[in-house]
């Protein structure tokens, strides 16, 4: 699986959008995008994935570069619940293959 | 449904006796895994089952971890024996990739000290 990198930690303004980076310069074709984030003391949970196209839910918003080599996932309206871990996955979409591998992930503090 | 279960949430041990970690995944959920969480070493999967059946044990540590899951609905994590080092807290998550659906839900975690 390719591996992701992500800042360490990064602030946002609670109301304001929030926009976590994360780079996939050796993704495969095959290869999707997955963010879980990890609230304090909680299981990790399931955000938002894509492959190529840029894909929006309730949560977030993630968007992906043409060349698919980076990524960036949206919170639209940051409130002080999304102070938690977030981690960018890359991981093959098939059933074969379903482990998710996590990196150290980005820290995001939402300020008041 | 109540979402993966596991149990207990807390366990203190001391070194050298066994440990037995439990998780019941959701129902009808084809993919399990378990995972180790430490501040130094991340999250880190363990092993992982695709229909019960073991798939990757690549992650376990030693010897001393075991993993099994007997039917679909059950699933344990065996440490023994323990050791300080092993304080952790273990998660257990499951999966329906089966059905191209990719989520993964995962329990509330046991958190575990060895003393």
């Known amino acids: 699986d390719a591996k992701t990198t992500q800042p360490t930690s990064m602030d946002c303004a609670e109301g304001r959008a929030a926009n976590l980076p994360c780079n996939h310069s050796?993704?495969?074709?095959?290869?999707?995008v997955y963010w879980y984030r990890q609230i304090h003391s909680q299981g990790p949970q399931y955000i938002i994935h894509?492959?190529?196209n840029n894909e929006t839910n309730e949560m977030a918003s993630l968007i992906i570069t043409e060349d698919r080599k980076s990524s960036t996932l949206i919170l639209p309206h940051a409130t002080l619940r999304d102070t938690a871990v977030y981690y960018c996955?890359?991981?093959?979409?098939?059933?074969?293959?379903?482990?998710?591998?996590f990196g150290q992930g980005t820290t995001l503090q939402v300020k008041p | 449904d109540a979402g993966v279960i596991q149990s207990p949430r807390h366990e203190v041990t001391e070194m050298g006796q066994e440990v037995t970690l439990r998780c019941k995944p959701i129902?009808?959920?084809?993919?399990l895994f378990w995972y180790r969480q430490t501040m130094m070493r991340g999250l880190e999967l363990l092993i992982y089952?695709?229909?019960?059946?073991?798939i990757d044990d690549s992650g376990m540590p030693e010897d001393r971890f075991s993993a099994k899951m007997p039917n679909a609905s059950f699933s344990t994590l065996k440490i023994q024996p323990s050791e300080p080092r092993d304080s952790a807290v273990y998660f257990c998550?499951?999966?329906?990739w089966g059905r191209g659906i990719t989520e993964a839900f995962f329990g509330q975690g046991t958190r575990l000290t060895v003393v």
């Open positions: 050796t993704i495969s074709g095959n290869e999707y």
């Open positions: 998550a499951s999966s329906e």
């Open positions: 129902s009808g959920h084809d993919y």
């Open positions: 089952f695709n229909n019960n059946v073991p």
């Open positions: 894509g492959l190529k």
């Open positions: 996955i890359v991981r093959f979409g098939s059933s074969n293959t379903g482990k998710l591998i």
